[in-house]
């Protein structure tokens, strides 16, 4: 899919912590369809960035318009009801839980006020979704998440953040903790994101995987956005050049 409009725009951002300016004047546009890869050094604010898109902490300055409206979330559950949807490192999945459960759990399915869930319509839901991801390892959906490998598990949580239909899709450091393979299918998952039209952001530390999976790369630098390369016009070492401080690209 070509991409499309601006979906997420953080305009002038600013946030402090005590006397650490964690982001500054930040200015981003996520559009719907593409991949921005958000890099920077360990302490450069990515992570802050992240949390105030999506609710989780204000800013303290700066407007953040989604979907063409200034919004002003006051909490992750206003995010996630306009429609932005954040897996952060851990996944927070529930190991003890089948896959359809993990999917569902706190927006589970309902024939009534008084009925039980509605296991049929979750079961269809989660298959619909897995083969719409075209996620061909995940055959067994009645099986605890907790007997699942790293990307398996990635994948889940991927797929757990499209129930709610998401415009923008937020992903803190996906692949760290996977192995190769595993990291080739996540990577193959977020590009089918935003083949469908979701703007998504990639949080990575992996630069080659960076190069290979975004469209943009956005660069903080000590809470600032020092560089907003086009992917294809891009190396490695300007990705390095722009993270480490060692030549301007602003
Ligand atoms: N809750 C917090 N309290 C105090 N300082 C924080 C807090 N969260 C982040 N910081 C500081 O803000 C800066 C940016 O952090 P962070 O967004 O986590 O960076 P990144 O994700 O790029 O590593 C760092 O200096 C960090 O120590
Ligand atoms: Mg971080």
Known sequence: ??????????????????????????????????V???????????????????????????KIHFDGEVVDFRGPMDATKAGIAVIY?????????????NLFLGREIQNSAVSPLNEEAMESKVLELLSELNVGQI?????????????????????????????VVL???PTAALGVA??????KLIRRLADRGIGVVVISHNISEVLEV????????????????????????????AITGSKSFS
């Open 214 to 241: 975004s469209d943009r790369v956005v660069v903080l630098r000590l809470g600032k956005v020092v560089a907003n390369f086009e992917t294809k016009n891009i190396t490695s070492d300007d990705v390095v050049a």
């Open 139 to 167: 055959k067994e959906i009645d099986i605890k998440v907790g007997s699942l490998s790293g990307g398996q598990r990635q994948t889940i949580a991927i797929a757990r953040s499209l129930i709610g239909q998401p415009k």
């Open 182 to 187: 595993q990291k080739v299918e996540v990577l």
């Open 1 to 34: 899919m070509s991409v499309g409009k601006t979906v997420l725009e953080l305009e002038d951002v600013n946030k402090t912590f005590g006397a650490v300016n964690a982001l500054s004047g930040i200015r981003l546009s996520v559009l719907a369809g593409e």
């Open 171 to 173: 992903l803190d450091e």
């Open 36 to 62: 921005v890869a958000l890099v920077g050094d360990n302490g450069a604010g990515k992570s802050t960035l992240v949390k105030i898109a999506a609710g989780v902490i204000p800013p303290d300055g700066g």
């Open 89 to 101: 490192q851990d996944l927070a999945l529930c190991d003890n839980l089948s896959v359809t459960a």
